[in-house]
């Protein structure tokens, strides 16, 4: 299986500031269609994961310009330009490459 | 409203089964990969199983596979996952997702443990 590694997994940010997530995946993400599967979540306690960003930098419909995704080879990178506080929560990578789709461990981002 | 809503989850004995249902809703259900997707506190989220839009192709993660069966009724917009012979560790809340690979929508969740 495809091991998705997260850094940090802990992520305390002042708001305003800018925060970055780091996701590395064991193995190329390149699907035989030519793209990379490579998608960001973001779970609010009590909630289900909202999908952000998709193949790789693609951002979803209402999700702010402040994110953003990219990323290649294996190596992706979810960044926040300003933290707000609807920010707060746990951030997950997903590739949907290769079967099974895994999951990175999750970066729970809070406000210092 | 595109929504997915998940219904079949609640305490079964290990060994038990129990078989959970997803309603979907403002979409076209029968165009789309299926899937489910648990998540439990320790082991995080984990892909359970997919399926095609015809349901002639379907995935398990090897640690479900020969227990749970995932199916889909696209008349009824409807997606299933029979689980059989449960264990402590399939203890999680179950998601359905639209999607395979590039998943976009999940639902709320429901929640199966598995305890004696």
């Known amino acids: 299986d495809v091991v998705m590694t997260q850094s940090p997994l802990s992520l305390p940010v002042t708001l305003g500031q800018p925060a970055s997530i780091s996701c590395r995946s064991s193995q190329t993400l390149v699907y035989s269609d030519g793209n990379i599967y490579l998608s960001w979540f973001h779970q609010r306690p009590g909630q289900s994961p909202r999908r952000l960003i998709y193949k790789v930098s693609d951002r979803d419909s209402g999700v702010p310009d402040r994110l953003s995704g990219s990323g290649s080879g294996t190596d992706f990178t979810l960044k926040i330009s300003r933290v707000e506080a609807e920010d707060v929560g746990v951030y997950y990578c997903m590739q949907g490459t290769h079967w099974p789709h895994t999951f990175g461990q999750g970066t729970k981002l809070e406000i210092k | 409203e595109m929504q997915l809503v998940e219904s079949g989850g609640g305490l079964v004995q290990p060994g038990g089964s129990l078989r959970l249902s997803c309603a979907a809703s403002?979409?076209?259900?029968?165009?789309?990969?299926m899937g489910w997707v648990r998540q439990t506190p320790g082991e995080g989220l984990e892909w359970v199983a997919n399926i095609r839009p015809d349901g002639s192709v379907k995935f398990y993660v090897d640690s479900v596979k020969g227990r749970f069966t995932i199916s889909r009724d696209n008349a009824r917009d409807s997606l299933f996952l029979q689980m059989n012979s449960l264990r402590v560790e399939d203890t999680a809340v179950y998601y359905c997702?639209?999607?395979?690979?590039?998943?976009?929508?999940w639902g709320q969740g429901t929640l199966v443990t598995v305890s004696s």
């Open positions: 403002g979409f076209t259900f029968k165009n789309y990969h």
């Open positions: 997702g639209r999607g395979g690979g590039n998943s976009d929508l």
